[in-house]
């Protein structure tokens, strides 16, 4: 759809009508999201993960990813083991 209204964008600005107004109407909206995505604040790399680092070495500690889980407390762990006979 996205491609759709893309291409039908290009035809009117080329001059040429689009097969609907519906067309027109998603190409007005098209414009819309992209000024509105033009319009927020963003943010360097370099900053944002610093902060991220920063922020995973003061919760390393709480995070199962790193410490790992304890098999008593898993919930994933098998109750069963599986014999083949």
């Known amino acids: 759809m996205l491609l759709y ?3 039908c964008l290009d035809q009117t600005m080329s001059g040429k009508m689009c097969s609907s107004s519906s067309s027109v109407i998603q190409a007005q909206k098209l414009v819309d999201q992209l000024r509105v995505e033009a319009s927020m604040e963003r ?3 370099s900053l944002t993960a610093a ?3 920063q922020y ?7 995070d199962p ?3 790992g ?7 994933f762990k098998d109750k069963k083991t ?4």
């Open 5 to 7: 209204n893309l291409s």
């Open 43 to 45: 943010f360097k790399i």
């Open 51 to 53: 902060d991220l680092v």
């Open 56 to 62: 995973s070495q003061e919760h390393r500690r709480s």
């Open 65 to 67: 990813l790193l410490t």
């Open 69 to 75: 889980i304890a098999a008593s407390s898993n919930p």
């Open 82 to 85: 599986c014999v083949i006979l």
